[in-house]
C-alpha cells in the first residue's frame, strides 16, 4: 500500500517510475483470495471512512463500501450483550445500557471520551503525554469490569493487542476514527483498494514476481541478478525486510490468524462484530462478512470469519481449529456442526506494534542517511492510513530532493 501510494503521487507530477512487486498482486497484507466463490481478506480487515490520508488517495463510491453496524455484540458470562453507538443507532441505546458490561458511568465516560479525542486537530493527538492504551482507560476512570469486557476485546481486534499494550496516541486515533465515520469493506473484498491505487498508474509501470534482492541510493539489484539503475530508489516493504536489506533497528509484529467457516445459516443477526468478553479465546472477535456484503459468499451460503490474536494466532492447525469449534458451540449452539471450514489464513506480521514511545514523531523520516527512501506502515501509524501516509511522504521527500543537482519539484497538493 505505501508503494502504491508513493507511487500514485510521482505519476501525478508526472515522474517516471518503476514498482518492483515480490508478489503476483499489488496491496501486500492487503489482499483477498477466491475459494470456491468466496472472498477470504488476509485476517479480519475493515476500511475506515474516516481516515484522513485514505479520503484523499481513494475514490470511496467506487469501492462500493459496505458499513458495519456501529457497534459490538459481546458474549460475557454466558450471554450475548449488545454495545452500540447510541448517536448513531438511538433505538439501541436501552440494550446497551443494560448489558452487564461495566456500569452507567462506564456508558457516560464513552460521551466523555469521544468529545476529549475529537476536538481540535488529530496531530494533536500524537504530542499528548504517552501511555499504555489500558492506562489511559484507567486514568480516564472507565472500570475494570469495562475495560476488560468491552476494550480488551474490542482494541484487541484492532491492534492484535490482546493486553491493551499499545501506545494510547494510536488508541485517540482510532477511537477518533470510530467517533467520525464508517466502519467498512468494500463490496469485493479488501484487495479492490490497493486494485483502485493500481489501476490510476500506468499499465507497464508495475512489475510483478520480482523481488528485490539489494538495494543503493541509485540502483537495485533483482533476485534474478539484473541491475536497474534509477535517479531514486523508495524502499517501500515491511519492516523485517528493512531491517534485513536496509539494516534498520528490527519491528515486532504482532500476529492474527483467521479461520474462514461457510454455512447456510449466519450465526449473528446484524451485520456486526462479536467480542468475546470472557477473555477464555481462542477467538477474540468474530465477523459474518457475507452480511455486510452478499459478495463474499455464494447465494444462499454464509462466510464466518473467527480471528485469534495474540498467543492464540500462533497454535498449531488441527489444534486451533478443534478450540474454535468448542468456543463457537458454547457462543452458538448446535449450528455450529453444520459449519465447514474453508481455509485457515495466518499473518505472523499483520501490524507492527506500537508501544508507547514508538509514534515520536508520528512520521518517522522518509530519507535514510544511505540516500535511500523508505515507506511503510511501521513509519507512520500501525494502519492502512499509515502506509498510505508514509507512501505519500516519502513521495514528497523524492520530489523535494537536490542530491546530485537534480531540480526539485514542488511538493504536490494533497
Known amino acids: 500500500m505505501a508503494g502504491l501510494a508513493c507511487a500514485r503521487v510521482l505519476h501525478r507530477q508526472n515522474i517516471p517510475f518503476l514498482l518492483f512487486e515480490a508478489s503476483h498482486q499489488p ?10 466463490g468466496y472472498r477470504l481478506d488476509a485476517g479480519f480487515q475493515v476500511l475506515h471512512t474516516a481516515y484522513p490520508e485514505a479520503r484523499h488517495a481513494l475514490h470511496y463510491p467506487s469501492l462500493h463500501l459496505q458499513k458495519f453496524f456501529p457497534g459490538a455484540q459481546v458474549y460475557r458470562q454466558g450471554e450475548w450483550h449488545l454495545i452500540a453507538d447510541p448517536w448513531r443507532k438511538p433505538l439501541s441505546a436501552p440494550a446497551t445500557l443494560a448489558a452487564r458490561i461495566g456500569g452507567v458511568r462506564d456508558r457516560l465516560l464513552l460521551a466523555q471520551l469521544v468529545a476529549d479525542v ?31 469486557g468491552f476494550f480488551r476485546p474490542f482494541y484487541g481486534a484492532v491492534f492484535l493487542d490482546p493486553e491493551l499494550g499499545t501506545s494510547r496516541r494510536m488508541f485517540d486515533f482510532m477511537f477518533r476514527m ?10 469485493k473484498g479488501m ?10 498508474l500506468p499499465r507497464h509501470s508495475l512489475v510483478f514476481d520480482t523481488p528485490v534482492e539489494l538495494i543503493h541510493p541509485d540502483q537495485v539489484k533483482l533476485a534474478d541478478g539484473r541491475v536497474v539503475g534509477a535517479r531514486a ?5 515491511d519492516g523485517d525486510q528493512a531491517s534485513t536489506m536496509l539494516g534498520l533497528p528490527p519491528v515486532r509484529f504482532r500476529a492474527t490468524t483467521t479461520l474462514y467457516f461457510t454455512t447456510a445459516t449466519p450465526p449473528l443477526g446484524r451485520p456486526i462484530i462479536a467480542l468475546d468478553g470472557d477473555g477464555t479465546g481462542p477467538v477474540n472477535h468474530l465477523a459474518v462478512p457475507s452480511l455486510i456484503s452478499g459478495e463474499y459468499a455464494p447465494a444462499g451460503r454464509h462466510l464466518v470469519a473467527c480471528n485469534c490474536v495474540g498467543q492464540a494466532a500462533l497454535v498449531p492447525d488441527g489444534p ?22 474453508l481455509r485457515i489464513i495466518r499473518i505472523r506480521h499483520a501490524l507492527p506494534a506500537q508501544p508507547p514511545g514508538w509514534l515520536e514523531p508520528v512520521d518517522r523520516p522518509t530519507k535514510l542517511a544511505s540516500g535511500v527512501f523508505i515507506a511503510g506502515d511501521y513509519r507512520s501509524t500501525s494502519s492502512i492510513d499509515g502506509a498510505l501516509r508514509s507512501g505519500r511522504l516519502a513521495a514528497e521527500a523524492v520530489l523535494a530532493w537536490d542530491g546530485r543537482g537534480r531540480l526539485t519539484r514542488p511538493r504536490p497538493e494533497r
Open 191 to 200: 484487495s479492490m483498494i490497493p486494485l483502485q491505487l493500481r489501476l490510476a
Open 320 to 341: 486451533i481449529a478443534d478450540s474454535v469449534m468448542e468456543q463457537m458451540t458454547r457462543w452458538f449452539g448446535g449450528q455450529v456442526a453444520d459449519w465447514k471450514l
Open 118 to 148: 475529537c476536538l481540535g486537530m488529530v496531530e494533536s493527538l500524537f504530542v499528548r503525554v504517552d501511555l499504555t492504551t489500558r492506562q489511559r482507560l484507567e486514568e480516564f476512570g472507565f472500570s475494570a469490569d469495562f475495560i476488560n
Open 178 to 187: 470510530f467517533a467520525q465515520g464508517d466502519v467498512t469493506i468494500p463490496a
Open 233 to 237: 530508489v523508495v524502499a517501500a516493504m
Open 27 to 36: 496491496g501486500g497484507r492487503v489482499a483477498t483470495t477466491v475459494v470456491d
